[in-house]
């Protein structure tokens, strides 16, 4: 990575740490700084573009959908608009653009799927974002975005909703606890590399134990 390409992460650091700041716990500049730390070393065993990497996992949260009435196209346009300032390469601006637009789980249920854009970058990136949203770091994650937005922790009377669109993903308001079985407990199985689902293993398993704990203390078994 040449001296430019330093200046424009630590610029792009600079940005999202500004932009991020009073942002929601589990989408802030520790979750993107976590993401980062992810994908590096994910893109350790992978061959990809080190700085396409690095400026997509920073910038891939920047304005996060649901955060903006839903409007996806806020996101993309701010990085656009910030690497243009920066002086960056025109295809590298557009791939990252693209890695932004495609990289969210609720991407993956429209359907006519086929011609979405694909790159080993956006598969470094999308499994470094899904990680963190696993395991411990993705409970407490979930848990805070469900006080946000105020939502039930349990209701046994709500059952999940396998089968959703992506607008009705986008909508849904349900129990906290429906959330693991909507999205996070089907991430192990959507990893696109091998470290990716390497580390994904550990931590579907710590997830599937806590269930276990929280459904008993439900019950008032333990």
């Known amino acids: 990575m040449n001296i430019s390409e330093e200046k424009i992460i630590k610029n792009t650091i600079s940005f999202v740490k500004i932009t991020l700041e009073g942002a929601e716990g589990g ?13 590096r ?29 839903g409007d996806e196209t806020i996101g993309p346009k701010m990085a656009r608009e910030f690497l243009l300032s920066q002086n960056v390469d025109s295809s590298i601006i557009e791939h990252i653009v693209q890695i932004i637009d495609n990289i969210s789980y609720k991407s993956s249920l429209q359907k006519n799927n ?6 080993a970058e956006l598969d470094v990136v999308q499994d470094a974002d899904r990680l963190d949203a696993i395991g411990a770091i993705g409970i407490a994650r979930c848990f805070n975005y469900g006080g946000f937005k105020n939502r039930q922790l349990y209701n046994p009377e709500i059952k999940p909703n396998l089968e959703m669109s992506k607008e009705e993903y986008k909508k849904s308001s349900s129990p906290t606890i429906n959330h693991f ?14 470290t990716g689902r390497r580390i994904a293993e550990d931590r579907h398993l710590f997830m599937e134990h806590f269930l276990d704990q929280f459904y008993a203390e439900w019950n008032g078994e333990k």
Do not use: C, P
């Open 114 to 119: 086929e011609n979405r854009f694909s790159s």
């Open 181 to 194: 079985y909507e999205k996070l407990l089907l991430l192990k199985n959507k990893m696109n590399t091998k």
């Open 27 to 39: 989408h802030d500049w520790f979750h993107t700084q976590r993401v980062l730390s992810n994908a």
């Open 41 to 69: 070393l994910i893109a350790k065993g992978e061959r990809v573009d080190s700085f396409v990497v690095t400026l997509g996992a920073l910038l891939h949260d920047i304005a996060d959908a649901k955060f903006y009435d």
